[in-house]
């Protein structure tokens, strides 16, 4: 069992290749309940990779994934069940289902029913999502299917939600009110939510620490340090 000084999530060592190309050697993540944990790093430092080493859905070359200090394995249908939800790069949502189906395929995943309560609470996180549920998802606009993205991992019920690239084609206005939500599903479900993002500014504003990825290596940032941030971005500082 864990206690409450554990981590909800701990990556430790994490190292993953490609064929004889590695791409991240040596990565090292707590998250702990409630906290928003951010990630970012130059295009292909491996970010994705590292959310996708995570679920198992890319073989780990080394390393361990720890949930509430219990090693997981490398087999990806058991981790939605064990409680780490992965809102992919893209969304993941099949464009052919309605939203509600969306949501069903996801309690299922996590081997649940969707209940009634997983409805009321996404809809009470996201009102725009109430009328759209008979909608099918393909026709969404980017920010709705973004909304939907996230209830599906809330109707998970997970310890951990994992999202790749939040920010990715939304306005200012939007993310920030998905900022908002990560906060108050953080807060209110003590959800440990790890954000992987190119947007600096918008991942410093919402997480409570950030670590940057280069070179393969994982290292803790000062958040509030704009200019390495931003450095790391364009991938011209080495990471202090
Ligand atoms: N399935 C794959 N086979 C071979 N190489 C891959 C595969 N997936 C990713 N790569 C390579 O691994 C590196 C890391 O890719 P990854 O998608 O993890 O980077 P990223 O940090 O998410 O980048 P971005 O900011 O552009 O999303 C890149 O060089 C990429 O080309
Ligand atoms: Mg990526």
Redesign the pocket.
């Known amino acids: 069992m864990s206690d409450s000084a554990t981590p909800t999530l701990q990556v430790r060592e994490l190292a993953v290749s490609?064929?004889a190309?590695r791409?991240i050697g040596n990565v090292n993540i707590d998250v702990a309940a409630g906290e928003i944990v951010g990630m970012v790093?130059?295009?292909?430092?491996?970010?994705?990779?590292?959310l996708r080493a995570i679920s198992a859905l890319?073989a780990r070359q080394r390393g361990q994934v720890m949930l509430e200090g219990v090693v997981l394995g490398e087999r990806p249908e058991i981790m939605a069940r064990a409680g780490i939800a992965h809102v992919p790069?893209g969304r993941g949502l099949i464009p052919s289902l309605t939203v509600h189906q969306n949501l069903r395929l996801a309690a299922i995943g996590a081997g649940r029913k969707l209940s009634q309560e997983d409805v009321a609470y996404a809809t009470a996180v996201f009102p725009l999502i109430e009328r759209l549920m008979d909608r099918r998802a393909g026709f969404l606009s980017g920010g709705e299917q973004q909304m939907v993205a996230i209830s599906r991992g809330l109707v998970a019920r997970p310890k951990i939600l994992m999202i790749d690239?939040l920010s990715l084609g939304l306005a200012p206005r939007i993310v920030k009110d998905m900022s908002r939500v990560l906060r108050r599903v953080a807060n209110e479900r003590q959800i440990g939510i790890f954000l992987?993002d190119?947007n600096v500014r918008g991942l410093s504003h919402v997480c409570d620490r950030i670590y940057v990825?280069q070179d393969g290596l994982s290292s803790v940032a000062n958040k509030d340090d704009t200019d390495l941030m931003r450095a790391v971005y364009f991938g011209r500082a080495t990471a202090a």
């Open positions: 490609y064929g190309a791409v790093g130059p295009n292909g430092a491996g970010k994705t990779t590292t890319v790069e690239e992987v190119q990825l």
